[in-house]
């Protein structure tokens, strides 16, 4: 159990001014501790502000490989050197070092520290491996300082509270704890994979082990250890997203349950007694105990049912009110074993988390993530080889990408496609190899390119955050580009668009080609304009500087059946309304996905069009109005448009940037992204037909009907005209057909 005592810690986590250090150093003379983290990462701030708090405790350094972040730390809390290295640190001559970086560093780092002469407080959990740790510790003896770890779950003041309750009897003999811990990880935008995506075990290193020691505080030491881990598909950068364990403890037995996709995120406890539960709420900072009653079952059960429900309802808002007063401190399990270990350095008495502690748990750690780490190596060894194909899709499972894979399947020869997770519609063909990874992992797409001779990348993030459209758009396209020069693909086909152009400036009526100005503020247009424009000019950049041999389409607004759900140019999606800027009256820059498909086969065949850039538009004029009504007659398709003119969105516009201006936010609308919120045209397509001998095979007013035609059928209208047949496979049986 613990060695600290339980209202003190209360205390010194609530009161602003901490005082206990005057009251073990009367003498205001003297000499403070010296203090050095050594990693900048996100809990660096945690420990930064806990420090802060001790009047003579005196933070001399941070480093860290990133000098920007640590500047930004030390920036932010007054901190005067900022190192590259923990040995550059030691000029500055800490007394105590806080090891902040990932586990698999912090032997090394401990090691480093203590023969600086330093005191070390490290971040859970202790170390990778047993042999580490006691690397450690022997080190610590050695050199006559401190080793201690931080297991903040189990200082965090309202476990101390329920800690507290367990040894006072308030529900009885314990049977068993539960641990429920949900969470997530920043999205990956791309490029070398974070630790969290890397290693098999990383989440039960992250998470499980508050699980392990708060199951120790509660029930003794931990005997036998069970646990199971699997993946729900939800996340295809995390492989084991979902963790169960049993444990069998000294005193009963405890559960855990870890999840990454399980929301709303819990972090909470219930600790089952003879006469009793209590429910922990550590988001919510609660303590609620539900006791059993001298009634009747029914009765007693619903009176506790509404005793609890009574006492959360009146602790969550006073939590909030003290949390928004300063009062209860962010992550205050954290700041609560900061407090404790300098209480114990300057006492002289054993710190609250001992370092043979952290072994122990680390012993656990380390059999479970012996397993989980060999579970992913099988899997990732399993997918490594890959039939031969001369052909890889990307964006296959798209709207583009699924006729596109289908018209390639015609021709009888093996395609490549590259997938987030395996799916089992396409596992079903034997001639469609399935190569599972992400975009914006190198290695990724490294693997799916290897021994192909042609790549067509139609894969590109198309909702989602920053990180998502970075990982899914950049990334991706800048891996796809190297994985070809690497590889020496003989070509790639890249889809990109025409909101790479410049959409605001442009004049109606102006013919647009492919020499047309590009978007001049993409940061203003969105992520999506943004991140295809940087795609584009990867690719350009590879075939001007390093050869690359490639072909850039950019078609307009592509349409076919299944398209009715996207709204068209010049119209705003919102909160499941359509919202048309202005009287619907313009033009669309409209093609037909087959028509769209045809330009990607010739792009493959066609010879000396390396660094050509083409236009993909339908001449044939289709206004706003036509379209959406179109949309609109497609059963399930229940539309509601909104017809509201230029002008006035723009006014709005104006109060809504100047709202977030001073709320320092981005504007989800400014009057740049509404001037450009409308279709451009005409596109001058010439240089596809002639260069690339492409022609409108279907059209856009057969490719209406053929997409929208079969819904009208289907909810009593006229019939449907036949599909148009799929295209001819090769350059010579187009030619053959004009």
Request: glycine content about 10%; hydrophobic content about 45%.
């Amino acid at each position: 159990m613990l060695s600290i005592n339980k209202k003190h810690v209360l205390n010194l986590v609530r009161v602003r001014k901490f005082r206990f250090f005057m009251q073990t150093f009367p003498n205001n003379s003297i000499k403070p501790v010296r203090v050095g983290l050594a990693g900048a990462g996100y809990v660096s701030a945690y420990h930064a502000l806990a420090l802060k708090s001790l009047k003579h405790v005196q933070i001399v350094g941070i480093a860290d490989p990133d000098r920007e972040r640590a500047s930004q730390v030390a920036e932010q809390f007054g901190i005067p050197g900022v190192y590259a290295s923990l040995a550059d640190m030691a000029s500055a001559k800490p007394d105590v070092v806080h090891i902040l970086t990932p586990p698999s560093s912090h032997c090394q780092l401990t090691l480093e520290a203590l023969r600086m002469g330093c005191h070390v407080f490290v971040e859970k959990p202790m170390a990778d491996t047993t042999e580490q740790c006691d690397q450690m510790i022997a080190a610590a003896k050695v050199a006559g300082r401190i080793l201690s770890v931080n297991h903040s779950a189990r200082m965090d003041p309202i476990v101390l509270k329920a800690l507290d309750l367990v040894r006072k009897g308030a529900c009885g003999d314990i049977l068993g704890v539960d641990f429920f811990r949900g969470s997530d990880y920043p999205p990956y935008a791309g490029g070398p994979v974070p630790a969290p995506y890397r290693v098999g075990a990383y989440p039960f290193q992250d998470l499980g082990v508050h699980g392990l020691y708060l199951l120790e505080a509660f029930l003794g030491k931990i005997l036998n250890l069970d646990v199971r881990y699997s993946s729900s598909g939800r996340d295809p950068h995390l492989l084991f997203d979902e963790w169960r364990a049993l444990a069998a403890c000294e005193k009963g037995s405890g559960q855990m349950y870890l999840s990454w996709g399980a929301r709303p995120m819990r972090n909470e406890l219930i600790i089952q007694g003879t006469r009793g539960v209590i429910h922990v709420d550590c988001f919510l900072q609660t303590c609620v105990v539900r006791k059993k009653l001298p009634a009747p079952r029914f009765i007693g059960l619903v009176a506790g049912a509404l005793a609890e429900a009574a006492a959360t309802l009146v602790k969550v808002p006073w939590n909030v009110l003290q949390f928004a007063t300063g009062k209860l401190l962010p992550s205050p399990g954290i700041h609560a074993s900061v407090l404790a270990f300098y209480e114990s350095l300057s006492g002289g008495t054993p710190p609250p988390v001992s370092a043979e502690e952290g072994r122990r748990i680390v012993a656990w750690m380390q059999q479970v993530s012996r397993e989980a780490n060999a579970e992913k190596d099988r899997r990732l060894e399993a997918a490594v080889p890959v039939p031969r194909a001369r052909i890889l899709v990307t964006g296959a499972t798209g709207f583009l990408g699924r006729v596109l894979l289908q018209r390639l399947r015609q021709r009888g020869e093996p395609v490549r496609v590259l997938v987030r997770r395996p799916l089992e519609s396409l596992a079903q063909d034997p001639l469609i190899h399935q190569v599972c990874g992400d975009l914006g992992d190198p290695a990724a797409v490294d693997r799916a390119v290897s021994g192909v001779e042609v790549v067509y990348h139609v894969g590109a993030a198309m909702r989602g955050g920053k990180a998502d459209f970075e990982s899914g758009t950049v990334w991706g396209t800048r891996n796809i580009v190297a994985a070809c020069l690497r590889h020496s693909v003989k070509k790639l086909v890249y889809v990109s668009s025409l909101t790479v152009l410049d959409h605001a400036g442009h004049r109606l009526g102006e013919r647009v080609t492919e020499v047309s100005p590009l978007e001049p503020h993409a940061e203003a247009r969105g992520f999506y304009t943004q991140t295809k424009l940087e795609a584009e000019k990867i690719v350009l950049d590879a075939v001007r500087q390093q050869g690359l041999p490639a072909v850039i389409l950019r078609p307009g607004q592509i349409f076919g059946a299944g398209a009715e759900k996207v709204a068209p140019s010049g119209t705003i999606a919102i909160a499941g309304r359509w919202v048309v800027i202005g009287s619907g009256k313009l033009r669309l820059p409209l093609v037909y996905v087959e028509d769209v498909v045809d330009a990607l086969l010739l792009a493959e065949q066609g010879n000396h069009l390396s660094g050509s850039v083409f236009h993909l538009v339908d001449p044939t004029m289709v206004t706003q109005n036509e379209y959406l009504e179109l949309c609109r007659k497609v059963p399930g398709n229940a539309l509601r448009i909104w017809r509201l003119p230029r002008w006035l969105l723009l006014g709005a516009s104006v109060g809504v940037e100047a709202l977030c201006g001073v709320l320092r936010r981005a504007a989800p609308v400014s009057r740049y992204r509404l001037r450009s919120a409308r279709p451009l045209g005409p596109c001058d397509c010439s240089a596809a037909m002639e260069k690339l001998g492409w022609t409108l095979r279907t059209g856009v007013r057969a490719g209406l009907q053929a997409a929208f035609a079969p819904h009208r059928e289907e909810a009593g209208g006229a019939s449907a005209p036949p599909r148009v047949a799929p295209m001819p496979v090769g350059r010579e049986d187009l030619q053959a057909q004009r």
